[in-house]
């Protein structure tokens, strides 16, 4: 067993099987590496510290956030996101942002976490508003339930996916999760921007062709 399964194990054991046990009462953080309850953690930070090491990932469980251990043993959450879109002078752009969080540096669609009790049409609606403050005035539900392996910085390495098309108005406003936001044709998309494994896959769906810059899941 490695490091990281003997982690996820022991805390399935404290914490239960799925958030419907409701056994955390309270935000709790621990360390990617040895499982240790960090204390005394900002809500928004892009790195956790625990004796001599440093890391850009948690393992983060709250009241609101909705996960499952999977049968592998591995964390599982659940996650909405929207690509939003404008017709620009020559054809469709795309709002994307680069992260400052991890993955750093990865340009990314808006998404973010599904809460309790959220209908994931609203959720994606309010991670696009949070992380880009547009106006959508149009949504299409283009995939749902949709499992792929990313990484986020919450701890899971995986996520079930409900995928918004979203027509927008107004210029987007970056968050504090992103250092660059801005409007990007297709071809930029699928051969300049170092895109993040979910944006990527994506992105390789809706244009029929998989970008050339893509982190590895």
């Known amino acids: 067993?490695?490091?990281?399964?003997?982690?996820?194990?022991d805390l399935r054991a404290h914490l239960g099987q799925t958030?419907?046990?409701?056994?955390?009462?309270?935000r709790q953080?621990?360390?990617?590496?040895?499982?240790?309850?960090?204390?005394?953690?900002?809500?928004?930070?892009?790195?956790?510290?625990?004796g001599d090491h440093v890391h850009d990932r948690a393992?983060?469980?709250?009241?609101?956030?909705?996960?499952?251990f999977r049968p592998d043993g591995e964390l599982r959450h659940f996650t909405v996101g929207?690509?939003?879109?404008?017709?620009?002078?020559?054809?469709?752009?795309?709002?994307?942002?680069?992260?400052?969080?991890?993955?750093?540096?990865?340009?990314?669609?808006?998404?973010?976490?599904?809460e309790m009790g959220e209908e994931p049409q609203a959720a994606a609606l309010r991670e696009a508003y949070e992380e880009t403050r547009l106006g959508v005035v149009h949504v299409q539900l283009l995939y749902a339930a949709e499992e792929i392996a990313d990484e986020c910085r919450s701890g899971a390495n995986f996520?079930?996916?409900?995928?918004?098309?979203?027509?927008?108005?107004?210029e987007p406003a970056l968050s504090e999760e992103g250092d660059i936001i801005g409007w990007y044709t297709e071809r930029e998309i699928l051969?300049?921007?170092?895109?993040?494994?979910?944006?990527?896959?994506?992105?390789?769906r809706l244009f029929g062709q998989s970008p050339q810059k893509v982190r590895a899941p």
Not at 191 to 204: I, K, S
């Open 1 to 9: 067993m490695t490091n990281r399964q003997q982690i996820l194990a």
């Open 19 to 26: 958030d419907a046990e409701r056994r955390v009462k309270a």
């Open 29 to 50: 953080v621990y360390c990617i590496e040895d499982g240790v309850l960090l204390t005394d953690q900002p809500t928004w930070t892009t790195s956790y510290q625990h």
């Open 59 to 68: 393992f983060i469980f709250d009241t609101k956030m909705r996960w499952e």
């Open 82 to 114: 929207m690509i939003l879109w404008r017709d620009g002078p020559t054809g469709r752009q795309y709002c994307l942002f680069r992260r400052t969080a991890h993955p750093i540096g990865f340009y990314t669609i808006a998404a973010g976490h599904l």
């Open 159 to 170: 996520h079930v996916w409900r995928l918004y098309l979203g027509e927008c108005i107004g």
């Open 191 to 204: 051969e300049d921007l170092p895109l993040t494994q979910p944006t990527g896959h994506f992105c390789a």
